[in-house]
């Protein structure tokens, strides 16, 4: 019994010694759970202790060292790759003992729906070994606890890709350790007897899951950390990338590419990836589980995209045929087909980017298909790339081949118009604009909130169209309302995710008897200041010849006031401008904008001053009547009504206004001409919203209308003679004879 004990120690201390190179052979590896990643030590921690008997620097190993490690994929984007082998040592390694040439790897690939078929089986190139702190790539340091062995991040045929021909693999790597030991920072030295693989980690793919919906395979990807509801990406992938439920979002980066990280954070979405989806009865399946998401409050209805490449092309166009009008958005890249006559009718107003490179066996199909049925459309646009070229690492200027339009268009492609489809695509909501609120209380009183609001949609086959939507207002808080001012709540509208804003202001409360407008006087040396009519002056007799007349174009409200410091509408203002140009009323059929109405209360007014290019609309062709009007809007209107031009050299005048402000040069013209003016401490407010006294001052100026002299009698309760814009309002707001002041302004008569 003890010549085998010393037999045994003998034979471990010539080990040691010797540094005898250990492999693991693939048929006879400890039992490890193949699911489980381990973070915490290698599986078997080696136990050196120092033997008595021996001589001080040797050790001796009591059990077989097999240290774990983990595959790390990365999806590029061509395809998913191996991109490294990362150990875990267990405890602190000297990185300077480490070198490439030490480690050998050998990977075996099977397809994972067929265990027996292999698609590679040898070995893979390493480039580089290194260690780190963290058990991932690119961390290098001196010291670490994980054994970095780098692959190289581009090849074909070299074992690295994890999916080809449709199938993706199963990848088993045998490790190799040449080398005369790891060195520890504890002074300690390892010649493992093997290495485990334990898991492999994809960062981006990992978190998608695949599930089956009434036959139809798919692949998905659920942001659970944004605040939903989301928009929602439909990937259709290409008919060679359906073979099995794993490899259509792995393939191309098609379906990746949404969720991966710098994606996320500027556009949190979810992801739908169905497999081999190409027919209406299919779309329907697919409709199924996004009608399921957004009733669970996963998706937001009004932000779904759809795209996919070559055959998914093709399946965007079978969506597109079966559900129109569902999509924000739609991408089909080469479609191998397109759509027919009824379908591109269909979304004429559906926001659509169709790409194609020049030289895809495809070209001219997608060409002719696009020139045939864009007529028909209203926002579209085809892109026509000249290479397939991706610039960006690992392939640095690769060119692909020519029906690889998806490579630079998912992940690289600028168009000068549009700029990145990702960043186009996020852009684009059924949601056009929610009707802005605006509503008044008096202080003390809780604001009545309309029970709806109107809600621009765009409707694939007709455009936008403005709906009636339920809103629920957010609670709002006594305080709110307690002093005069302004404040906002918001509102959630039935099927939005948007919400509704209503500006709240808040009036003081005038505490008495109700205000009664001052009859004429019967003393006919009290000069009358309200005439029934421009042809009767106050007195009943004919006025001289310097007598004139000016009719009041603005009104109080029906509780006496007139509210001066409320701002005013982009509506209001129309008419007011429309009542000082003489308009005479005559209405016409469908308006130039799309939210005015031909019913809408100023709707002719609106066209009137659009017509007299004083006032327009926005881009997207909206007029916004509830819009509160800002002072530089105003000053841009009377600059344009009276064509002022700012003097040339001045030097702006005003703190707040820039050189660079859109409106720099109206304000400064403005108020040369006395038109409009600044606040007491030498700013001008540009941005801050026009108020009713400001708007009757500056449209005073532009007309030249007063200011009215003489009145003996405040016309409102809310304006005494000692408001700033006393004599304005007075001159705006009421019929009155008048006479021309030589000092300037009008003298009621």
């Not at 001196?142 to 692959?151: A, C, S, W």
């Not at 008044?440 to 609001?453: E, H, N």
């Not at 509830?626 to 050299?649: F, H, S, W």
Request: aromatic residues 10%; proline residues 8%.
């Amino acid at each position: 019994m003890v010549k085998k004990k010393l037999i045994a120690t003998l034979m471990a201390f010539l080990m040691l010694t010797l540094h005898l190179p250990a492999v693991i052979a693939a048929e006879d590896p400890p039992e490890t759970a193949p699911d489980t990643v381990l973070e915490e030590g290698p599986e078997a921690v080696p136990e050196i202790v120092p033997e008595t008997e021996l001589e001080p620097a040797t050790v001796t190993v009591t059990e077989a060292v097999y240290l774990p490690f983990i595959l790390r994929n990365e999806n590029f984007a061509f395809h998913e790759r191996t991109d490294a082998v990362i150990i875990d040592a267990g405890k602190e390694v000297d990185g300077s003992s480490l070198s490439k040439d030490d480690f050998e790897a050998h990977v075996r690939q099977t397809r994972i729906v067929d265990p027996d078929y292999v698609a590679y089986d040898g070995p893979r190139e390493i480039i580089d070994v290194y260690v780190s702190q963290v058990n991932d790539v690119g961390s290098r340091s001196g010291t670490g606890r994980y054994i970095v062995i780098d692959f190289p991040d581009v090849g074909w045929g070299d074992g690295g890709s994890t999916n080809d021909g449709g199938y993706s693999f199963d990848s088993q790597y045998t490790i190799t350790y040449k080398g005369s030991g790891i060195t520890f920072t504890d002074g300690t030295t390892l010649v493992p007897d093997g290495f485990t693989q334990t898991a492999v980690v994809s960062p981006v793919l990992d978190k998608f899951k695949y599930a089956n919906h009434d036959g139809l395979d798919y692949s998905y990807f659920l942001n659970e950390e944004a605040e939903g509801p989301l928009p929602l990406v439909v990937f259709f992938h290409g008919g060679g990338q359906g073979n099995d439920i794993y490899t259509p979002i792995r393939f191309s980066n098609g379906g990746t590419v949404w969720a991966n990280p710098e994606n996320q954070a500027k556009h949190p979405t979810h992801v739908l990836a169905p497999r081999n989806a190409t027919t209406p009865e299919a779309m329907h399946k697919v409709k199924a589980v996004i009608d399921q998401w957004i009733e669970d409050g996963k998706v937001d209805p009004n932000r779904i995209y759809i795209t996919g490449f070559s055959m998914g092309g093709w399946s965007t166009w079978t969506f597109l045929q079966a559900f129109p009008d569902l999509p924000a958005a739609a991408a089909p890249l080469c479609p191998a087909f397109g759509p027919d006559e009824a379908t591109a009718k269909a979304v004429a107003y559906l926001p659509l980017w169709v790409f194609v490179d020049v030289d895809d066996f495809l070209y001219e199909r997608v060409v002719e298909t696009y020139n045939t049925y864009s007529p028909f459309w209203h926002d579209s646009k085809l892109s026509i790339l000249p290479e397939n070229r991706l610039n960006n690492p690992p392939y640095n200027g690769w060119k692909f081949d020519g029906h690889a339009v998806w490579l630079p268009v998912y992940n690289e492609y600028v168009d000068e118009e549009r700029g990145m489809l990702i960043d186009w695509l996020f852009a684009q909501s059924k949601v056009r604009g929610i009707e802005d609120v605006s509503v008044s209380t008096t202080v003390g009183t809780a604001p009545a909130l309309p029970k709806t609001v109107k809600v621009n949609i765009n409707r694939n086959a007709t455009g936008i169209a403005s709906e009636e939507r339920a809103v629920v207002w957010d609670a709002i808080d006594p305080a709110s309302y307690a002093n005069p001012g302004t404040f906002t709540v918001e509102g959630t509208v039935e099927g939005v995710v948007e919400k509704a804003v209503a500006k709240v202001s808040v009036e003081r409360l005038y505490i008495g008897v109700p205000y009664v407008p001052p009859a004429p006087s019967p003393d006919p040396s009290e000069p009358d200041e309200t005439p029934e009519t421009p042809d009767t002056p106050g007195d009943g007799q004919e006025p001289d010849e310097q007598v004139l007349y000016h009719p009041a174009y603005i009104r109080g409200f029906s509780d006496g006031t007139f509210r001066p410091n409320q701002a005013i509408t982009r509506a209001e203002l129309a008419v007011l401008l429309a009542r000082n140009l003489d308009f005479g009323g005559a209405r016409s059929g469908q308006g130039t904008f799309k939210d005015v109405k031909p019913t809408h209360w100023a709707a002719a007014e609106i066209e009137y001053v659009k017509s007299a290019g004083l006032m327009g609309g926005d881009a997207q062709g909206n007029f916004r009547p509830n819009a509160p009007v800002t002072r530089a809007e105003m000053a841009a209107i009377a600059a344009r009504y009276q064509n002022l031009g700012a003097p040339a050299g001045a030097n702006p005048r005003f703190a707040d206004v820039k050189p660079t402000h859109w409106a720099a040069a109206s304000i400064e013209a403005a108020a040369a001409a006395g038109i409009f003016g600044g606040y007491g401490d030498g700013r001008f407010g540009p941005d801050n919203h026009l108020t009713r006294a400001e708007a009757v001052t500056a449209i005073n100026r532009m007309f030249g209308r007063g200011p009215l002299h003489g009145v003996t009698r405040p016309s409102w309760p809310d304006v005494p003679a000692t408001h700033w814009a006393y004599l304005e309002i007075e001159e705006a707001s009421r019929d009155h004879y008048y006479e021309i002041r030589l000092e300037g302004g009008e003298q009621i008569r």
